[in-house]
């Protein structure tokens, strides 16, 4: 992704979003490409490249915490509510009408998000490794942490709590390689629900600070360019997105959304993974299948890193799904 087709623009709220913009064909919509934890914009570029040769545009943001965007420390400023409508002031001021939304992991959540609050502006909605999530304004990070325990024996979200922690973010940057090496495991079976599933070991992980084998289909030159950049942004202002979460400081925000909303009425496509140990197809099916009424459902041999693992398979089929949306 070419440097010199990022953009910057400061959003209503005042926040500085940095973003990668390509215009499309007349006839294409735009896609917005929504990155996770611990992701950036150019995570994107095989995508980019690869359906930009079918005449879509993009608009690929570092989300907020991320690389060029503004990186507020207080986790308030992380609320879904308030990070949908900075988007939404980007498609504004390009003048974007037809727009497809993809995000992946903490992406897929904004995804869910602006099909909530903003059902009319997006012709289409993905969602890659995390399935779709209505709303849930009773539902509390506690419960969440209950319902894992008597579902699967362990809390599985365990480290949320850890990241979420005011020294997680310090640990991580300090043991930085052990930290990339347990997002990016080449054995996400084994490495995942030994780290991040049960309260407090994910901690004892990153203090113990042995890196693991990384996942070897990421060309080494990419994985050593999102260090870089990570390292550079650090990762505290990155952690504020589980803080929203572990402290349940959106309930009243989700409340707001009528439940008339909780149900996605345009087509999606849901990206699934066979060895995404913490988001297997089995959890995410069957809310697609209840609250979506235009699902396509794709699983991909892969771990949590669709995009990257299986980069030309998903591309080929988001390529078919979107030809399908009648622009």
């Known amino acids: 992704m070419d440097s010199s087709s990022y953009k910057d623009f400061i959003t209503s709220r005042g926040y500085n979003y940095h973003y990668y913009f390509a215009p499309g064909q007349e006839t294409k919509p735009t896609l917005l490409l929504l990155h996770g934890f611990p992701s950036l914009a150019n995570d994107w570029h095989n995508q980019v490249t690869s359906l930009r040769a079918h005449g879509y545009g993009f608009i690929v943001p570092d989300m907020l915490g991320y690389g060029g965007t503004a990186k507020p420390t207080d986790a ?11 988007l939404i002031d980007i498609l504004d001021a390009e003048k974007i009408t037809r727009c497809v939304v993809i995000g992946h992991d903490w992406g897929s959540i904004v995804t869910a998000r602006l099909a909530n609050y903003y059902p009319d502006r997006f012709l289409g909605f993905g969602f890659l490794a995390v399935g779709y999530l209505p709303p849930n304004p009773a539902h509390t990070y506690e419960d969440t942490l209950e319902l894992m325990r008597k579902s699967f024996g362990s809390e599985r979200l365990g480290y949320q709590s850890f990241f979420a922690e005011p020294d997680g973010h310090i640990l991580c940057e300090k043991n930085f390689d052990t930290f990339y090496s347990i997002v990016h495991p ?12 049960s309260l407090g070991e994910t901690r004892k992980w990153i203090e113990r600070n042995v890196p693991v084998e990384i996942e070897p289909s990421i060309p080494e030159e990419e994985h050593a360019y999102k260090r870089e950049q990570l390292k550079k942004s650090g990762l505290r202002a990155a952690m504020c997105w589980y803080t929203v979460s572990v402290k349940n400081l959106e309930l009243e925000e989700i409340k707001q959304i009528p439940h008339s909303a909780y ?8 990206g699934l993974t066979e060895k995404d140990p913490l988001c297997p197809p089995a959890i995410s099916k069957p809310s697609a299948e209840q609250f979506c009424k235009n699902v396509t459902i794709k699983v991909f041999d892969c771990g949590h890193w669709i995009f990257w693992e299986k980069r030309d398979e998903f591309n080929k089929e988001l390529a078919a799904w979107l030809e399908t949306l009648g622009h």
Request: proline share 6%.
């Open 186 to 197: 080449k054995d996400y079976g084994t490495i995942w629900p030994q780290a991040l599933y």
């Open 263 to 270: 149900t996605i009425e345009k087509p999606v496509f849901l």
């Open 76 to 86: 308030n400023d992380y609320k879904q509510s308030l990070m949908v409508k900075d």
